[in-house]
């Protein structure tokens, strides 16, 4: 891949490179490998272990800068690894406190450059309902379609029913989006309904358009998109 990956731990720059390779462990989306010349190497801490998978034989190496130590989080490939994948190194993710795309910073994974993901300004309407209560209701959403995921609905704060939402301290990140500012339960008769909407202050650059605004689960709530009552879909957030 032709984009500067960087990465940094306790202030120091650990790795710099143009020349990443992607290598989809599973299918859904790849892992950065570095090659080893493009490492500080006077950070790495060498290790005994060895991992042995379909890629080849990994030995298992650490960071460390100053008191910061990350045991075992970088896997370095040697001579019998798949074509391409020798003399690259595979850090966990979580190891690093930050990951850069040029100077955009990346959450969760990289991105697959397969997915796409758009927010398009839309003056379809949309109801939000849940046990009959209507949450929301806007003819000014930002639709976002994003591969594989159904498409979410971002709606202005002034169409959300704030009387039935309560703030939560949840907050997720996305490698597309972003980190999230907010999160809402739902309350209803002294029910509590856990982490149902939730909203972007600051989204990635392509994502603008959905920042401040709010979006609900299209598989915890009942939606309606001009007229018609969408069937609540099936996905690793149901």
């Excluded at 490998?33 to 060895?50: M, S, V």
């Excluded at 190496?61 to 490939?77: A, D, K, M, N």
């Excluded at 976002?144 to 309560?166: A, I, K």
């Excluded at 990140?173 to 856990?194: F, M, N």
Aim: charged letters at 25%; one cysteine or more.
């Amino acid at each position: 891949m032709p984009r500067r990956i960087r990465a940094f731990l306790g202030g120091e720059q650990v790795l710099e490179t143009t020349r990443a390779r992607y290598v989809w462990e599973w299918p859904f989306f790849p892992q950065y490998y570095i090659p080893i010349d493009d490492l500080n190497r006077n950070l790495l801490i060498e290790g005994q272990r060895t991992e042995v998978s379909r890629r080849g034989t990994a030995r298992l190496h650490g960071l460390q800068v100053g008191e910061t130590i990350r045991p075992s989080c970088g896997r370095l490939y040697g001579d019998d690894a798949l074509a391409g994948l020798a003399d690259t190194i595979r850090f966990d993710w979580a190891a690093m406190d930050g990951w850069f795309e040029e100077d955009e910073e990346v959450f969760v994974h990289p991105r697959n450059p397969y997915a796409r993901v758009d927010a398009l300004r839309s003056t379809r309407s949309v109801r939000v309902e849940l046990e009959g209560v209507v949450l929301a209701e806007s003819t000014s959403p930002v639709l976002v379609f994003e591969t594989g995921l159904p498409t979410r609905y971002y709606l202005n704060r002034t169409d959300v029913n704030f009387r039935h939402l309560v703030a939560s301290e949840t907050r997720t990140a996305c490698p597309y989006k972003g980190q999230t500012s907010d999160y809402w339960s739902v309350r209803l008769d002294d029910q509590a309904h856990p982490d149902l909407a939730w909203s972007y202050d600051f989204p990635t650059a392509a994502l603008l358009p959905i920042a401040g605004l709010i979006a609900f689960y299209n598989e915890k709530v009942d939606l309606f998109v001009d007229g018609e009552r969408l069937s609540r879909p099936t996905t690793p957030f149901h």
